[in-house]
Structures are given as structure tokens and as C-alpha cells.
């Protein structure tokens, strides 16, 4: 058993840096760092990369400096209730997303309003920005990092900030019944092919499903044909910015299938144009038997 598994991480975080700053590992006749931490790894019980954990995270809450974690001068001063682990995705977060998003996410996690499944789901979308192969595996090896100006790296902040917002959406602005409740399923987050489309919506009340509805967010000036055709008779939610969709209109109306509805996304909510028609009545099965569904 770990001997560190009692052990302030934070405290810990700051010994490896005081030894590594301070070169102490040759007061213990270890050849390098690298060698002195094995030691201790062993000593202790733990996995070397755990010790690095500590390291690496210690020293990049330190050096972030931007919003409340300015009050971070030691690892010492990370508040308590944030684990390594989460500051660890937080780090990989910064490498790929764009700064106003991750901004966002450093403040929420330094005063503890978000955990790390929503952090993981997070960086789980936006690691699809990271170019095949690239990773920071090997002594030396530079940790790499998407440009802000990539546009994948955009069109995943864009989309990923859509379905941040959809899932604080009240479904009765949506036109569902009072009382009803939605979750999102993001195929991104999920590990699980999207066929398409970026997310699926499905509203629910009392334990039974009332609606599921694709969700599809335009990132292009026009909606792939072969898309619209293949949904044109699913219920789906079409979500674009609004320049999106007066270029693609064209100067004039698009008409989209009769199953959709149409939001646009502003800078700070989801205006919707256009509902879908209702569902004449609820769908024949469980919340629960299609959560199974989703997880097989």
C-alpha cells in the first residue's frame, strides 16, 4: 500500500520542487534527478509517475497566473479539494483549447464549481484537435500545443461551447411540457461514433423518454446535402452562428426539413428560430433502457 496515500499532494508537489530547484538530489549521491525520484518511488510505494504528476501540476498552477490562481505562489497555496489529477487535464486542456474557453474552465476549477468527469469530457473533445502522433512521451520532448488560430481548434471551441449551453437550456423554451428534463449525449466525450451529427438531445419526464432529437452544429457556410438529406426526416435541432446561416440563406429563408428546428448562437445564448414540430406522444421505453442503449 502507498505510504503516499495519506499525504497532502500539495505538500508533496512542493518537496519535489525544492529538491529539483535546489539540486538536493546530489546531497543524496543520486546521479540525476530522474535517479533520486526513482528512488523514492520505490521508497515509498508509488509509481514514479505519480511523483512526476505532482511535479508537472504543481508547477503549472504556479505558473498560470491568470484569475484567482494569480494567488498562487507555491503549490502550497492551491486551494484545498483540487486534486492533481484534475489539474493534470487542466494542463492538457490548455494545450489544445482556445484561451478565453480555457480561461473559463481555470477559474470554475479554482473555486470549485466544476469537477473532473466535466473536465475529462472537456479535454476528451478537444484533444481531436491535437494532430495524429503528437504527444509529449520522451526526455526532452516539447508538450505540444495547438495554435490559437487553428480552425479546427475554433470549430471545436464553437461547438463544444453550443452544447455547454444546450445542456443549461430550460426545455421549456425548447416547447417541452413543464417539468420535463433533457441530458445531452455528446459522441465526442463519449468515445462513440457520431454518424454525423454532434450530439443527441433527449427530453424526459417522470422517467419516461418524451422526445429525442439529433443534434447537428453548423461550422460551415452551408449544410452538407448528403447530411440534410440523410436526417431530412429525423427529429434534429440545426445550431449555427447566425452569420452562418445568413450566408447560407443567401440573402433569403432557407427552407430546412419539417423535423427540424433551427437555433442560432449568439455570443451569449441560443436564439431559437424554429421549433419542431411535437412529438404526438411519448416514446415507448425508459430513460433508463435507452441510457443502456447509449452505453453499450
Request: charged share 25%; proline share 4%; no cysteine.
Given at each position: 500500500m502507498s505510504k503516499l496515500r495519506n499525504f497532502n499532494w500539495r505538500q508533496e508537489a512542493q518537496y519535489l520542487i525544492d529538491i529539483?530547484?535546489?539540486q538536493v538530489w546530489r546531497e543524496h549521491k543520486a546521479k540525476s534527478f530522474s535517479d533520486w525520484?526513482?528512488?523514492?518511488?520505490?521508497?515509498?510505494?508509488?509509481?514514479?509517475?505519480?511523483?512526476?504528476?505532482?511535479?508537472?501540476?504543481?508547477?503549472?498552477?504556479?505558473?498560470?497566473?491568470?484569475?484567482g490562481w494569480a494567488n498562487v505562489k507555491s503549490p502550497l497555496d492551491?486551494?484545498?479539494?483540487?486534486?492533481?489529477?484534475s489539474l493534470e487535464l487542466l494542463e492538457k486542456i490548455n494545450r489544445v483549447a482556445i484561451e478565453s474557453d480555457f480561461n473559463g474552465l481555470a477559474e470554475a476549477l479554482y473555486h470549485k464549481k466544476i469537477k473532473r468527469p466535466q473536465l475529462l469530457k472537456t479535454w476528451q473533445i478537444y484533444r481531436e484537435a491535437m494532430p495524429e502522433g503528437q504527444t509529449a512521451r520522451g526526455r526532452g520532448t516539447q508538450r505540444p500545443v495547438v495554435d490559437e488560430k487553428n480552425l479546427?481548434?475554433?470549430?471545436?471551441?464553437?461547438?463544444?461551447?453550443?452544447?455547454?449551453?444546450?445542456?443549461?437550456?430550460?426545455?421549456?423554451?425548447?416547447?417541452?411540457?413543464?417539468?420535463?428534463?433533457?441530458?445531452?449525449?455528446?459522441?465526442?466525450?463519449?468515445?462513440?461514433?457520431?454518424?454525423?451529427?454532434?450530439a443527441i438531445m433527449v427530453v424526459f419526464n417522470e422517467h419516461r423518454v418524451i422526445d429525442v432529437a439529433f443534434i447537428v452544429i453548423q461550422v460551415e457556410e452551408a449544410v452538407d446535402r448528403e447530411m440534410e438529406d440523410h436526417f431530412s426526416k429525423e427529429r434534429t435541432w440545426l445550431i449555427a452562428q447566425e452569420s452562418i446561416l445568413a450566408k447560407a440563406a443567401n440573402g433569403s429563408r432557407k427552407r430546412y426539413p419539417d423535423q427540424w428546428g433551427v437555433m442560432v448562437a449568439t455570443t451569449n445564448e441560443l436564439r431559437i428560430e424554429r421549433k419542431p414540430p411535437q412529438n404526438p406522444?411519448?416514446?415507448?421505453?425508459?430513460?433508463s433502457e435507452l441510457l443502456l442503449d447509449f452505453m453499450r
Open positions: 529539483q530547484d535546489k525520484l526513482k528512488t523514492r518511488a520505490e521508497n515509498e510505494g508509488v509509481r514514479i509517475s505519480v511523483l512526476w504528476r505532482y511535479l508537472r501540476v504543481g508547477r503549472f498552477a504556479v505558473e498560470l497566473q491568470t484569475g492551491i486551494p484545498e479539494g483540487i486534486n492533481a489529477d479546427y481548434k475554433q470549430q471545436l471551441s464553437f461547438k463544444h461551447n453550443v452544447i455547454r449551453r444546450l445542456e443549461a437550456t430550460d426545455p421549456d423554451s425548447l416547447g417541452y411540457e413543464s417539468g420535463a428534463a433533457l441530458r445531452i449525449f455528446n459522441p465526442l466525450s463519449e468515445g462513440q461514433k457520431s454518424y454525423g451529427y454532434d406522444a411519448p416514446i415507448a421505453f425508459s430513460v
